[in-house]
């Protein structure tokens, strides 16, 4: 089975534009998670969507949103960027949403914002 | 609020020395817990995970991993370490509401 994949792999943005990053899982799994991987603090938990719903979401602002389509496939934004969003953008995947599963990443998209 | 805590930011060992990184965790209910790794150039993976059962947990290139429920603690062990074995570790927990929290990672770098 082919990965989980991430595009674009690399952005350069400039303070107060907006960004959309995709990720598509690997075939089959329903479960998409996003984290904001920063030197220093790990990764930060953003969202988690399954069939399409967003069931739990981390302590970030307003400004970071996502959605997720019928094919399981999802995207984040941030709109009004900042300095401080500059991070590895990371996305997993996992088969269904038991809290045992193992999640599956991808390889993220470095944002860096100018 | 629900935390992982990873004592080492960075350990530095020569190779056959014996490893063990530190993780605790913030939650006094049923937790999943996991390690993972991400080597150089690399995705990050799973080197195990624990939610029921033997407490000793087994998982992938010799790690292993104790869960200990009154310390809660989740440390990752390994007898003897090898130059592959650099990466960064990183120590995670699920609490059961789809949402896990992760330590801030532990750099290891094996001198060959």
């Known amino acids: 089975k082919a990965g989980v994949t991430q595009t674009p792999r690399y952005l350069i943005k400039t303070r107060g534009q907006q960004v959309t990053l995709s990720c598509s899982p690997i075939?089959?799994?329903?479960?998409v998670s996003w984290y904001q991987q920063t030197p220093g603090q790990g990764l930060q938990f953003l969202f988690e969507?399954?069939?399409?719903?967003?069931?739990n979401k981390g302590n970030f602002p307003g400004r970071f949103s996502g959605r997720q389509f019928s094919n399981s496939r999802s995207e984040m934004n941030v709109s009004t960027l900042e300095l401080g969003d500059s991070a590895l953008y990371l996305c997993?995947?996992?088969?269904?949403?038991?809290?045992?599963?193992?999640?599956?990443f991808g390889p993220g998209t470095r944002l860096t914002v100018l | 609020a629900q935390s992982v805590s990873q004592h080492n930011h960075h350990v530095i060992l020569s190779e056959a020395a014996s490893l063990e990184l530190g993780c605790n965790y913030s939650?006094?209910?049923?937790?999943?817990l996991f390690w993972y790794v991400q080597y150089p150039g690399q995705h990050l993976q799973l080197l195990l995970k624990?939610?029921?059962?033997?407490?000793l947990v087994k998982g992938i290139k010799g790690f292993e991993a104790e869960f200990i429920k009154s310390k809660f603690s989740f440390n990752l062990r390994k007898p003897s370490v090898q130059w592959s074995d650099t990466a960064e570790y990183f120590c995670?927990?699920?609490?059961?509401?789809?949402?896990?929290?992760f330590g801030a990672g532990t750099r290891l770098f094996v001198k060959a």
């Open positions: 969507y399954f069939s399409e719903t967003q069931r």
């Open positions: 997993a995947s996992s088969a269904d949403r038991a809290s045992t599963d193992t999640q599956y």
């Open positions: 995670a927990a699920n609490t059961g509401g789809f949402k896990t929290i």
């Open positions: 624990y939610f029921s059962g033997d407490p």
């Open positions: 939650y006094g209910g049923t937790v999943n």
């Open positions: 075939s089959g799994h329903r479960s």
